[in-house]
Structure formats: C-alpha cells, structure tokens
C-alpha cells in the first residue's frame, strides 16, 4: 500500500506539449470513490490499481501489475466508456509533473498532477499553471468516464 | 484470465466434516455481478480477483496474488460485512469438492462446488450432496456479503 498525496491543476498555453506523449487507456471496475478500482493500460504495460477515499489531497494506493492480454479483457468488463489521454511528464525546478491530454468525450481537458511528500509541501509553480482543482470531483478520472468534459458548462464556453 | 466453470450444491449429514477446514475471509470491492471485485485472505495467502458475470455456470476469472498486508487493508475499503468460511475439500469418485461452511450471519449455510471441464460434464454425486443452487443469486459470496442465510426464511425455519 502506498499513499498517494498529490495536486491537481489545469494547464494554459503550450509550452508544455514539446514533452513527447504516452496513451493511456483507462476503465473502472468500480467508480466508487470509497473504493476506486481502476483497469489501466500504457503501451505495453498494464496494471490494476484499488484507490480508497479522498482525505484532501490524500489517499490510500494499492496498485499491481497485470498481464497486459488479461487487462484487455478486464477494460471490456469495465462500468462505462473508457477515459483515454496522452500523459507528459514536464520537470520544472526538479519537481516531475505528469500533463494529462484527455481524448475522445474529454477532449480539450488538460491537466498537471504532481505528487508531493505532504499536503502542504512547497513546490514551484510553472509558468503554464492554471487553477487548481484537486478537490473539484469533477476532475477525477473515474468521473470523467460517465460525466465526460465535453457535457461541461465550461467545454461548452470554449467551444 | 480463465474460465471458471463451477457448479454449486446444498450439503445435508455430516460426513464431510472430517476433511481439515480452512478459514476464508473475504470482502468485495465491487458486488456487482457484471464485474464482482473481490479480496481474499486465506491463511498467510491473499488475492485480489475479478469475475465478470455469469452465462449459465460459466464466468470469466482474473485471479492475482497480493500481499496479506495491502489485502487487510483492503478489506477495510470493501463494501458492506466480510464473509467469513470455513473450506474443505472432499474427493469423492476422484473429484475434489469445495465444501464451504459458512460463519457468522451467515452460519447454519453449508455449500459444496464442484469445477467442471464443461456445463455438461458428467460426475458422481456424492452421498451428502443436497440440492442444485448454481443458478440462484442468493447463493452468490457477494450476496452473502449484504443479504446473509439468517436473513432468510430457510434460515428462520432450520431455527
């Protein structure tokens, strides 16, 4: 078990994009956010990964690798439409940020997580930082399957 | 993944209780049958499996080992009361049947499981097998876990 402490932020501009992107395809066998239960798959990896609820920016990981044929099957048992993004990782002042592009009914969403040793951990902030929204349930990726950012009041505006 | 192919019985008399019985603790991460997530802790030995739902006595299995101690965490995250068991495995006519004897609300429930090759495979049946329950939900572990046997009126009229 690990715990994962991170912050979550939208990303303006696009300096970012010059980091080469990876596709991840993402299902949920539970959406529940007592007990998350998530189905992920990255080129040729795969893995399945249990969440438990969020305490602020705070919560309990368990994550396991998994033969990437049986995740295959396991996103097709999946409960809703699969979240699909291109992940890049951006350093900035030695601080790794992960850039997540989301595809297909979440296109036009981006956002930047960076993990953090404690909840109040300081960090600097890049120059293409938006807003923050780690406590926006919205922006969780297990919402985003059933709830897609194209159906936001804010997609609608940029449109 | 597998195949899992099992088919399930009432147990009556008493003469299986000479096999050594195990205990089982198990919780579920998702009880919904279209994707059943399930924890398991046995002895010194845990998993984290998935089931997808069943066609007849027929159901997809992703089986994956974990450690005992992210499973008692897990098992805090799970959805509604453990369902705790005693097994123990019968051969009889050179099969070996899973004898669960359930514990707590569940108690006075006694099932035997037999895996098959196919629906349709030809065993003996041994002389404490009861009635066929495969295709009745309430006997699902995952059903056990939120509507126990001492719920039921079968339970109320064995009382």
Redesign the interface.
Known sequence: ?GIEIERKFLVVGDAWRAAPAVPYAQGY??R?K??T?RVRVVQQQAW?T?K?ANAGATR?E?E?P?PV??AE??LA???GPLVRKLRRVVVHAGAAWEIDEFQGDNAGLVVAEIELPSEDAPFEPPPWLGVEVTHDPRYFNSSLATAPFSTWPEARGRA
Do not use: E, K, T
Request: proline content about 0%; charged content about 20%.
């Open positions: 078990m066998l539970n529940d007592q007990r239960v399945l249990v438990g309990a368990f396991y998994i044929a049986d099957q396991l048992l999946c409960d």
